[in-house]
């Protein structure tokens, strides 16, 4: 009859156990934030073309220069992918920018928009 193992004995052999599921887990953990920031990004991007669009609907209504205003409502760091389309039938302004990315080595294939059109113009 062979000796039973003691607790310690246990104990010795699941050593570094926990180290090596967190170096396990930690790229799924990791990636999961990166797609978290990423959605975040690009709700704040929406959000920020929406104001934007704005801007440069009420700057059409009173005859101004519908891009520069919404470049001026837009941060610097979303002003390169800035385009602005004017519908001189209906008064509509469309503006729309690229999706910041949070590496920025790769470039942003993803743009959002918004369209505004002001009632009575």
């Given at each position: 009859m062979s000796?039973?193992?003691?607790?310690?004995?246990?104990?010795?052999?699941?050593?570094?156990?926990?180290?090596?599921?967190?170096?396990g887990t930690l790229p799924a953990v990791l990636l999961v934030g990166l797609v978290v920031w990423q959605l975040a990004?690009?709700?704040?991007?929406?959000?920020?073309?929406?104001?934007?669009?704005?801007?440069?609907a009420r700057a059409e209504a009173v005859h101004a220069d519908p891009?520069?205003?919404?470049?001026?409502?837009?941060?610097?760091?979303?002003?390169?992918?800035?385009?602005v389309e004017r519908s001189g039938r209906t008064g509509a302004v469309r503006v729309e920018v690229a999706v910041p990315v949070p590496l920025d080595a790769v470039g942003s294939p993803a743009r959002v928009g918004a369209t505004v059109a002001l009632e009575g113009a």
């Amino acid at each position: 009859m062979s000796p039973r193992p003691s607790i310690v004995s246990c104990l010795r052999c699941e050593r570094g156990q926990a180290s090596v599921e967190l170096v396990g887990t930690l790229p799924a953990v990791l990636l999961v934030g990166l797609v978290v920031w990423q959605l975040a990004l690009a709700g704040h991007a929406a959000w920020l073309c929406a104001h934007a669009a704005r801007v440069a609907a009420r700057a059409e209504a009173v005859h101004a220069d519908p891009e520069s205003a919404a470049r001026s409502a837009l941060p610097r760091s979303l002003r390169p992918g800035l385009t602005v389309e004017r519908s001189g039938r209906t008064g509509a302004v469309r503006v729309e920018v690229a999706v910041p990315v949070p590496l920025d080595a790769v470039g942003s294939p993803a743009r959002v928009g918004a369209t505004v059109a002001l009632e009575g113009a």
